[in-house]
């Protein structure tokens, strides 16, 4: 079938996207599903730093690539096997598929799966062979992104990358649900595991990093402390309900005993790990250049008893995790939509991750029906 879809044919263009456009929305020929795939309509889908990552050449991608990774959708057509969705069904896209064979799957969310990590590096659909679906009017393959490719009209998953939510989730909501939510919620409940007598302490309050303070917000602490560069973000944290809020140069010697970190930038993880109490938890969800180094101290470590974790796409089992955030949503105690900084079209991308790289927006959302 013929799609629209935003494609990225090179690495690194120079800023303002705006002006240079590396992000070109294009017709392709989307592929049916196959054994063990869906096929989905597009209602929204999430601009998140990973897809920024790739456009300004952080986190390297064959190309040519449809980019996104954080959506929702409509389920039109199941492939052979496909016996638990239904047509119709509303779904959240998951950039990390589990095959729940391998030994990582074992981990109940810690580490990645190693099938869904391997067709992710390549470009390709998991989990056997090497599938891809998209194709350009030349015929050439256009790779998928994190085996998702939401920015488009429509997409074909591995069952595996799709999660059912109910269609009372609004579309802009359950597609956060996907990656921000799951990350950053995560790297709270499932990595820091915070009990009533912690403070938790969020460094970097983009889309993750919010995610992260409204989960924190969402359950007994003794209080959630925002930490940003930007002003508006602290005032923002402390709309939210936010305790306290710094700028890195204010914190002083102010610590919390679990520290999230989820801006990926070598400084922020120093930042985070000052700031962490003695006997603490340092926890870090971003994702910086595959060179970037930081620099701690190791003793402090042994003399203090610390800890650093690493939680990738928050520690996350998707099939558990997102009902749970979604029943949160219901409950009203995780505000999900004030994630969502502003509703754009697909042709507003290249100027969506200028927004982005000046760090001025929460969640753009893409709403595909305007």
Known sequence: MKIRGAVLREMGAARPYARTEPMSIEELELDGPGPGEVLIRLS??????????????????????????????????????????????QVVTVFLPRCGECANCRTDGKLPCTPGSATNGAGTLPFDGHKVRLHDDSGAEVLHHLGASVFASHAVLNRASVVPVASDVPASIAAVLGCAVLTGGGAVLNAGSPGPEDEIMIVGLGGVGMAALITALSIETAGVIGVDANPDKLVRAKELGAVEVYTPEQLGERRAPIVIECVGHARAFETAFSATAVGGKTVTVGLPAPDAQSHITPVTLTAEARTVIGSYLGSAVPSRDIPVYADLWRQGKLPVEELVSDTIGLEDLNAAFDALAEGTVVRQVIDFQR
Request: charged share 25%.
């Open 44 to 89: 929204a889908a999430g601009v998140c730093h990973s897809d920024l990552s790739v456009v300004d050449g952080n986190r390297p991608r064959p190309l040519p690539m449809l980019l996104g990774h954080e959506g929702a959708g409509i389920v039109e057509e199941l492939g052979e096997g496909v016996t638990d969705l239904e047509i119709g069904e």
